[in-house]
């Protein structure tokens, strides 16, 4: 009996020193559809890998959702066939990717005018980025007093952001379908009854989340913004902020952060290249010289889906 109760001391005893060496993962990661963007033909080796960087956030290769995923020259998609609008689009801004090589289109609009998701002044590095901007899949209808006043400001402060930083700005838009019930914004979950202009369901509300990536690989907290596709009440920039991504996740439906994802995740540095052409049709590349995310390994290296 004695011996019985030492075996079971000693397993106590080693139960207990594994759980004070572990280390609970708190991440919160941020799905962004790296493969999607940029294709997995690189796969990472070990030099790829660094340091498990800490950080309160982290990106993983994931989609918010997968409905009709389409790709651009340097922006990626979900498509919804019910309302005619992209349920979100993603876009990265880089320091070489915001280089101005395009000559500007004529404007356009009526009451609703076409908004842009992915910001038209955010892909002028070649001209067929700025043309994918304009396809029918990446407008909303959007109120003009909108689209001229506060819209355009939110779009510049994005690209404020990645200058003032230099760093990579990873951007998800899109619309949103609420009705408001004292004073709370409710998700409509069939928004095939709201009205169309064009044959696109006009949203009622649109987003916007940005998430920093610093030189040093940590990933800040989303910087998140609910705007009525209205005229603006306000002027006032913050008066659209202070949603979390959870938000954001709540009102458009998305899934957007892992709070916990499977074991064996190591961080790495993707290092990325897009081609294209400017207006005298030579190449022009842009390289986004760093993406940190985290992958999962399993039986070698491979990027999470």
Same mark, same amino acid.
């Given at each position: 009996m004695m011996a019985v109760k030492m075996a079971v001391n000693k397993i106590h005893a &080693?139960? &207990?020193?594994? /759980?004070? #060496?572990?280390t609970v993962d708190e991440s919160i990661y941020i799905c962004i559809p790296v493969t999607e963007m940029f294709g997995n033909e690189d796969t990472p080796t070990e030099d790829d890998y660094v340091e498990n960087v800490g950080s309160p956030y982290k990106l993983i290769d994931g989609l918010p959702s997968a409905m009709d995923i389409r790709k651009r020259k340097s922006y990626a998609m979900s498509f919804s066939n019910?309302? #005619? #609008? /992209?349920?979100?689009?993603? *876009? @990265?801004?880089?320091? *070489?990717?915001? $280089?101005d090589n395009c %000559? %500007?289109?004529? &404007?356009?609009?009526?009451?609703?005018?076409?908004g842009h998701l992915a910001a038209a002044a955010n892909h002028r590095w070649c001209r067929e980025a700025n043309h994918d901007t304009n396809l029918f899949s990446n407008i909303i209808p959007q109120h003009k007093k909108l689209n001229q006043g506060m819209w355009k400001k939110l779009e510049n402060h994005c690209r %404020? @952001?990645?200058?003032? +930083? #230099?760093?990579? $700005?990873?951007v998800y838009? +899109?619309?949103l379908y609420l009705t408001e019930t004292n004073d709370e914004l409710i998700r409509v979950h069939n928004p095939i009854n709201i009205n169309r202009l064009g044959g696109k369901v006009i949203p009622t509300h649109l987003f916007k989340v940005m998430i920093v990536e610093n030189e040093d690989g940590t990933v800040g907290e989303p910087e998140c913004y609910v705007i009525p596709n209205k005229e603006p009440k306000s002027k006032n920039l913050d008066d659209y902020s202070g949603y979390?991504? *959870?938000?954001? *996740?709540?009102? &458009? +439906?998305l899934t957007f952060i892992q709070r916990h994802p499977n074991a064996n995740l190591r961080d790495c @540095? %993707?290092? $990325?290249?897009?081609q294209g052409k400017v207006e005298n049709g030579e190449s022009y590349n $842009?390289? @986004?010289?760093q993406v940190s995310i985290t992958l999962r390994t399993a039986q070698g290296i491979e990027i999470a889906n």
């Open positions: &080693s139960e &207990s020193k594994e /759980a004070e #060496n572990h019910t309302t #005619n #609008n /992209a349920e979100w689009v993603y *876009e @990265i801004l880089n320091r *070489e990717t915001l $280089v %000559k %500007k289109l004529k &404007s356009f609009g009526n009451d609703y005018q076409k %404020k @952001i990645q200058k003032k +930083g #230099n760093c990579n $700005v990873h838009t +899109g619309p979390t991504i *959870e938000d954001i *996740e709540k009102f &458009s +439906g @540095i %993707k290092m $990325v290249t897009l $842009v390289d @986004i010289r």
